[in-house]
């Protein structure tokens, strides 16, 4: 046994031995030593000069909420919370004696670190100082200044009781009392020098605070991502020609994702989004899927409104199914037609809602499951959208209006069917490579049926949940199958290889799904289309390829602030090309991709140049290239700057084999072998074993990626599907492998 165990390490090391390199990390100037220390009320004077009072604009127009901010440079550079100041919407900045300053823009954000530092129109400001990374240490006099409920420019005293790790960052610990308004302000040293910037109070004690240490505020101001005001106001918004909000609240959008938090203005605390893309004449259908952060709460589907007070509603409430009609502004204009508990309805969960329009009724669903009919006609006609009540927080996902929405949703014969599929299922230990096929043609239904199985059935959580995940994983990865196997499929039977392409940002959006579940695909590619749309409206009809490519530099780095990731560099959401378009924040290959798909779209000869530890682009034109850093904002590099970016700066080492166009296959299996090495190192077993199951589906023949997911699969308690490979090789027979050790192996596995 022994032995067996021991071959079984080699073979792991073996097959899991492979390197991801990254670009060298950022160091930081050390700041020089100030003055003796100060007493806490000669700083207290001394500072709040260098102190700004923010607020943001609610829902009425009126500014509320106060946090705080501080200057770091004379000429209008001011740090703060990202969460202070928030997306797209619009904040006001006061200086220590009341006087508003102008905002111009952000010069630099990080969302990771809850950081934004804010350009404001000023020449004579008063900057803190930032102290030494990593200098203050545990246990050193603190003070904190800021604006703790709307009390201006308090101050409090306390110490650095450490650093600690929270959601995945590095904090300060302050023994201090931190309240709503100190947000955003600095924590100070004894000398007046910023140690860390004021970002989260603890939960279970007054006298406990965290805050962002100034190391990733000096990696923003090195490599700062400019955005002006105008443009910033559009993050997250609402695109006016998809959707209009009424009543206010704070709705906010992510590519077919919609966000919605805070009290609306009508009648309890109602307001609505309202769809402003086509609606077919009736019939048509309806659909969302939705998830309410609390069930006291409620939102939904509305439909028939007048774009003010009259509509249908259709939406969970306090863990009830409800069918509503508003025909105006107050509650005797209110009538509840259906409000019953429904047994398909699964609380803190995803549900689809769906409402069918016909001439003569309308037919509710949720979850595929009819829950009634209504032929109430009081309204006639009018726009669907979403609605929220109340201070109910909710998460739209998918909204869809069409003739006939293509079911998601089984018959309740098949729903039978499958439910007694996931009944028989054995153990997680026995299961077939192939058993999840009868599940993954309907992943919605099957994980419907899998969530409720988890909380009926609490001894059998852990196994579910893998399954869960596996059946997620097998449809993406049977996804990308289709996908990339058309592509091949056309590059086979075409002649002229050139005119055969792949849509690098549908495959890299698939990639991303894996983690990133139900994103809308389709929502993200209409986004392309308008940046497209929006770079050629900026160009003259015979503008030449240079004049393309500088339009496409101005349009993504300079008006929109798209950038390289910086300081949390090793985050998986880099690889997701839909964090990309949100966030505008990536790596070197998502930055790549993004950039060639727009190049190519705009009429660019472009491709991917994937050399050593980083990834650029090349540009034809005629019988030139021109390699272009998107990670870099557009750089242009030189053939040097290539060599010695390839070689760590050992151009002797430069091998022409580095400059090799990079195949879309080869682009994508490069997405997915970073994220296998940042879960290798983070020893995320289940996150290795779905990038591995998407890389399979690019490349099934591929010898050490399906010994690295026999070794993966058996280490997670699959130990029938590690077999299943295990008996692929028996089978194949690579020349490449020991056959003798794979059987020994299997033997071991059987066990």
Not at 281 to 295: F, M, T
Not at 644 to 649: F, V
């Amino acid at each position: 046994m022994a032995t067996i165990q021991f071959r079984l390490f080699l073979l792991r090391t073996a097959l899991l031995a492979f390197s991801v390199l990254f670009p060298p990390d950022i160091r930081q100037a050390l700041a020089e030593e100030s003055a003796d220390p100060k007493s806490v009320e000669q700083l207290a004077t001394e500072l709040k000069p260098s102190l700004v009072t923010i607020s943001t604009k609610g829902r009425d127009g009126k500014y509320q909420g106060v946090g705080t901010g501080f200057v770091i440079d004379a000429d209008g550079l001011i740090v703060t919370n990202l969460h202070v100041i928030g997306d797209s919407r619009e904040f006001r900045i006061e200086d220590s004696e009341g006087g508003e300053l102008k905002v111009t823009g952000i010069h630099a954000s990080d969302r990771t670190m809850d950081l934004a530092i804010i350009q404001v129109q000023a020449d004579a400001l008063k900057p803190l100082p930032l102290g030494d990374i990593n200098s203050l240490a545990q246990g050193a006099p603190i003070i904190v200044m800021g604006n703790p409920h709307g009390l201006r420019y308090s101050v409090v005293a306390g110490v650095n009781s450490g650093i600690r790790e929270i959601d995945g960052r590095k904090m300060m610990q302050l023994a201090i009392p931190i309240e709503p308004g100190n947000s955003g302000g600095p924590v100070l040293d004894m000398h007046g020098r910023v140690h860390g910037i004021v970002t989260m109070k603890s939960l279970v004690t007054a006298n406990l605070g965290f805050a962002v240490d100034i190391a990733p505020l000096k990696a923003l101001l090195d490599s700062p991502n400019p955005v002006s005001i105008d443009k910033w106001l559009t993050i997250g918004s609402l695109d006016p020609r998809d959707w209009k909000p009424v009543f206010g609240a704070q709705w906010k959008q992510r590519g077919g994702r919609i966000l919605v938090g805070g009290a609306g203005a009508g009648f309890a605390g109602r307001s609505l989004c309202l769809y402003q893309g086509d609606v077919p004449e009736i019939p048509y259908e309806i659909q969302v899927r939705v998830k309410l952060d609390d069930e006291k709460g409620a939102a939904g589907l509305v439909f028939f409104s007048d774009g003010r007070n009259k509509h249908y509603g259709f939406y969970p409430t306090n863990n009830k199914v409800r069918f509503t009609l508003f025909e105006g502004s107050s509650v005797f204009t209110w009538t509840v037609l259906h409000d019953q508990p429904f047994d398909g309805y699964q609380a803190g969960e995803f549900n689809t809602l769906k409402a069918r329009i016909e001439e003569d009724r309308f037919k509710l669903y949720v979850n595929g499951q009819l829950v009634l009919e209504s032929t109430n006609r009081n309204l006639t006609g009018g726009t669907p959208g979403l609605a929220k009540f109340r201070e109910t927080a909710a998460d739209f996902r998918n909204f869809q209006v069409a003739k006939k929405i293509d079911a998601a949703t089984l018959s309740a014969a098949e729903r039978n069917e499958l439910s007694e599929a996931i009944s028989a299922i054995p153990p997680l230990a026995d299961l077939q490579s192939d058993a999840l096929s009868p599940f993954v043609d309907s992943p919605i239904e099957s994980r419907a049926i899998l969530h409720a199985e988890v909380k009926k059935l609490e001894q059998k959580l852990a196994e579910l949940k893998k399954l869960d995940s596996d059946v997620h994983t097998a449809a993406v990865a049977q996804e990308m199958k289709r996908y990339f196997g058309a592509y091949e499929k056309q590059l086979s039977e075409q002649e002229d290889k050139q005119a055969v392409s792949l849509d690098l940002i549908n495959a890299a959006l698939i990639i991303a799904s894996v983690d990133e579940q139900d994103i809308n695909i389709e929502a993200y590619l209409r986004q392309v289309e308008r940046m497209v749309g929006d770079i050629r409206s900026q160009l003259a009809d015979n503008a030449s390829p240079d004049e393309v490519r500088k339009a496409l530099n101005h349009y993504l780095f300079e008006d929109n602030g798209f950038h390289g990731a910086r300081f949390d560099y090793y985050n998986r959401a880099n690889s997701y090309m839909n964090r990309l378009l949100d966030d505008r924040e990536g790596l070197p290959i998502t930055l790549s991709v993004l950039y060639m798909a727009l190049g190519k779209r705009l009429g660019l000869q472009i491709d991917g140049v994937g050399i050593p530890g980083h990834f650029i682009v090349r540009q034809r034109i005629d019988d030139e290239m021109l390699y272009i850093d998107p990670f870099d904002e557009g750089k242009e590099l030189s053939m040097d700057d290539v060599k010695n970016l390839a070689t760590g700066d050992r151009p002797d080492r430069f091998d022409e084999r580095f400059l090799e166009t990079a195949s879309p296959k080869n682009i994508l299996m490069r997405i997915l072998n970073n994220l296998l090495g940042l879960a290798q190192d983070e020893e995320d077993k289940e996150g290795m074993l779905r990038y591995l199951e998407v890389l399979m589906a690019l490349d099934e023949t591929h010898v050490q990626n399906r010994g690295m997911r026999a070794i993966v699969r058996f280490e997670t308690g699959r130990k029938q599907a590690a077999i299943d490979d295990l008996d692929y090789f028996l089978d194949t027979r690579p020349p490449e492998l020991d056959l003798n050790q794979i059987q020994q192996m299997r033997d071991y596995f059987s066990q």
